[in-house]
């Protein structure tokens, strides 16, 4: 679990201790790094994808950095008091506010037929006040409209519009039980949300409209559900939820197209009123989400990642990851982290608050990732304000120290891809387990070797996209079309290096069972036939140099262990190019009890685990079994002594930024205009894997080491966070920087 990196220096008595001069000097010549002159021009890459169905983004999406959002309850009206939130707004220094205008309630004096005015309404107007005050101390706005719950007026006019369950009966709202849910594919949201939008944007003049709940709630058995879909698919709509069934398939493709068509529709009503205008619609995610991440990634101007809290088990780099899941598709175009100020369990306490550490943690993982925080509050009247300094604690920082923040290019040549084709196709509705748990394993293991590391999305692998990595990790990305093995292999050709897990690419795109490895050619082996799992009581053997030679590089750090234990699923391959002196062999599974029984029955020296092959221009190192996956179930630190091993070589250059010291920090590079960031976040914490966090624990001296080009000096370093001047040292392109200790987070800036 913790890092065993030693600091090299724990006690710091003054500035001037002479200890930290030689320190200094000594560093910065020490130890191999990645020259920036080589990792910024491939940087500069990053984002230039090509697609963009929306043109540029407005100026407006760009400027706003820090978000403010005040979702309105039906009483509010007359209820809550306006200038306090606007007050709130500009003391916090927001530059861009959320407010909602209708859908489900509308809190303007609507003209439009079925748009439901709250009832406390009366003859005021909740919204455009807001907006006004917004406007006027120079905030962004967007009006949040909910098209997916109808009142029983609307319903009883217009039944089109009620969303019909699989029993033919249209369905209540499973809450509110006087409501209705609506069709997210039918009239209502393609007519009377384009209306109400229409109207809200020529009556107000939002610089964009945000729609909460826009996609629908679950299969809809609507006659237009039904009429459209046969016109699609020349198909009944299927009675199934599972993405694997060949009847659900064609649905699949059939709702994103109905929700692109509806995104683009209400897009361009909102543009012809004013073209700097757009809609982004509440949707994204990583491997689990449902519409397409690249088409997605290619329509939004920006996007607002909607990842409130941790809910069960959940450590805070969730957040962070959420950051580069969005960033994967939407490259340069800012991602914005909506986090509630209160929990965001199954139970919805909408009304609830966190204590300060929990929500500051969560929120620091995302900026330290890239996002634009984006606070969401509930409900005008406030029951608790225990957050509220919190908040503004986290922004003012945040504003206070802006042109750090303005991120142009992160500074990672490590991508992890995330597939969501393998998510639907391959695992289906086990892709929690199956596939994505192979992502969170890898991804702890990436946080605790402290490497900066982006994700990649499965769709987007073109040469131009993948400039910036040196190495890609696959975590069971089963299922993969035989062009993106193309473009995987072109990688490797290029010099680039894999590292990929279990049944990465033994299925096609359409979640078919190949007869071989898609990569079986960059691999060295075939598919023997069979997955064998779950395995009980199954190791693994090492197979050391002899005494006094050099340790594999696999096998560093495990050199005392003469195995360790395996997986739970493993894939029988047969090798196709030589591997000699395999350093992994199979130990079988035998059997765990009686306790009698618990003995080993052979071991299979001709099964290798690992298979690592320098091949084309680049490495390529292959598991054929579930490291990574448990990994984040076991979390046995042989196993994450494997990966980061496997990493390692599969690198194959220096780290372009090493951090060394105790503790669980996540480690993140940046560049800005004129300046170079590392985020150093604080995880150590006995609190880490679930997140509720009481307090921060101050982790001791860390090393930070960076490789700049030969052309470049410093002009200073300073830590945002400590609001101090460290000394560093800059010796043969190396600078190094001494951060004395991390409460919670802090921000090595580098001026140039
Ligand atoms: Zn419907």
């Known amino acids: 679990m913790m890092s065993r990196r030693q600091p090299r220096i724990l006690i710091m008595t003054g500035p001037d201790h002479p200890s930290r001069r030689d320190f200094l000097r000594t560093t910065a010549q020490a130890g191999a790094l990645l020259s920036l002159a080589e990792a910024l021009p491939a940087a500069a890459a990053f984002g230039a994808s090509g697609h963009d169905a929306s043109g540029a983004p407005p100026p407006w999406a760009d400027r706003a950095m820090r978000w403010a959002q005040l979702t309105l309850v039906e009483d509010d009206p007359g209820r809550f008091d306006p200038g306090f939130w606007l007050e ?13 205008a209708g859908g489900c309630v509308a809190y303007y ?20 006040d807001l907006v006004r005050g917004c406007r006027e101390r120079g905030l962004v706005v967007a009006a949040r409209t909910d098209p997916h719950a109808l009142w029983p007026d609307a319903a009883a006019a217009h039944p089109e519009w009620v969303a019909v369950g699989a029993d033919g009966h249209p369905r209540r709202h499973w809450s509110s039980p006087d409501l209705w849910v609506a069709c997210g594919l039918g009239p209502y949201n393609f007519e009377q949300m384009t209306a109400i939008h229409r109207e809200i944007m020529t009556r107000y003049r939002p610089d964009a409209i945000f729609i909460n709940r826009w996609s629908g709630s679950g299969l809809c058995y609507c006659s237009a559900c039904r009429e459209n879909f046969r016109a699609f698919a020349h198909a009944d709509l299927p009675r199934t939820t599972d993405p694997r069934d060949p009847a659900y398939r064609p649905y699949l493709a059939w709702r994103q197209r109905r929700l692109f068509d509806l995104w683009e529709r209400w897009d361009a009503a909102v543009r012809a009123i004013n073209p700097e205008a757009r809609v982004v619609p509440n949707t994204g995610g990583g491997a689990l989400s449902d519409l397409d991440m690249r088409e997605t990634g290619e329509r939004a ?17 969730a957040n962070g990851k959420s950051a ?14 909506i986090f509630s100020v209160g929990f965001e369990e199954l139970e919805r306490w909408k009304d609830s608050v966190q204590r300060e550490p929990e929500m500051r943690l969560w929120v620091l993982e995302g900026i330290a990732n890239g996002m634009r925080p984006w606070f969401t509050k509930f409900s005008g009247t406030l029951y608790d304000d225990r957050w509220l300094k919190p908040v503004e604690r986290l922004y003012q920082w945040h504003q206070q120290h802006e042109r750090y923040l303005r991120n142009e290019v992160p500074l990672a040549r490590v991508g992890v891809v995330y597939s969501q084709q393998t998510a639907w196709c391959y695992g289906g509705e086990k892709a ?3 596939v994505e748990d192979a992502a969170l394993g890898v991804y702890q293991a990436l946080i605790e070797a402290r490497i900066p590391f982006e994700m990649v999305h499965d769709r987007l692998l073109e040469a131009a996209h993948l400039r910036p990595f040196r190495l890609l990790i696959l975590p069971n990305i089963a299922a993969l079309s035989d062009a993106q093995c193309a473009q995987l292999r072109a990688f490797v050709a290029a010099g680039g290096g894999l590292l990929a897990t279990s049944e990465t690419s033994l299925y096609d795109a359409e979640g078919a069972r190949r007869r071989d ?3 079986a050619d960059l691999f060295g082996v075939s598919f023997a036939g ?9 190791y693994l053997r090492l197979h050391h140099a002899p005494a006094g030679g050099e340790p594999h590089p696999l096998l560093r750090g495990l050199e005392h262990a003469p195995r360790i234990i395996n997986g739970v699923w493993r894939v029988d391959v047969n090798t196709t190019a030589p591997f000699p002196n395999p350093p992994v062999t199979l130990i079988p599974a035998y059997p765990d009890l009686p306790m009698e029984e618990v003995y080993p029955r052979g071991e299979r020296l001709d099964k290798p685990q690992v298979f690592l092959r320098e091949t084309g221009g680049g490495r390529v190192a292959y598991v054929p079994w579930d490291l990574d996956r448990t990994y984040w179930e076991v979390l046995a630190e042989d196993h994450g002594v494997l990966l980061r091993n496997a990493i390692a070589w599969a690198l194959n250059e220096p780290p372009l930024l090493a951090v060394s010291g105790p503790g669980v920090l996540d480690v993140t590079c940046w560049r800005q205009a004129a300046s170079l960031t590392v985020h150093l976040v604080n995880l150590t914490n006995p609190m880490l894997m679930k997140g509720p966090v009481r307090e921060f624990f101050p982790v001791g001296a860390q090393e930070v080491r960076l490789r700049l080009p030969a052309d470049l000096t410093p002009q200073g370093v300073r830590l945002l966070v400590a609001e101090s001047e460290p000394e560093f040292g800059f010796a043969d392109g190396v600078l190094t920087v001494l951060v004395p200790s991390i409460l919670d987070h802090e921000v090595v800036a580098v001026d140039f």
């Open 517 to 519: 490895f898609g990569l």
């Open 301 to 317: 101007a920006l996007l607002a990642a909607d990842r409130q809290a941790r809910r069960g088990l959940m450590p805070p780099w």
């Open 324 to 337: 580069k899941e969005y960033r994967a598709t939407l490259g340069r175009k800012p991602v914005i982290g």
């Open 530 to 538: 069979r997955v064998e799992g779950p395995m009980r009581n199954s």
């Open 432 to 434: 929690r387990d199956t």
């Open 109 to 128: 004096p609507t003209q439009v037929p079925f748009h439901h005015r709250s009832a406390w309404l009366g003859d005021r107007d909740p919204f455009g």
């Open 88 to 100: 709130y707004f500009q003391r916090v220094q927001a530059d861009a506010a959320c407010l909602s």
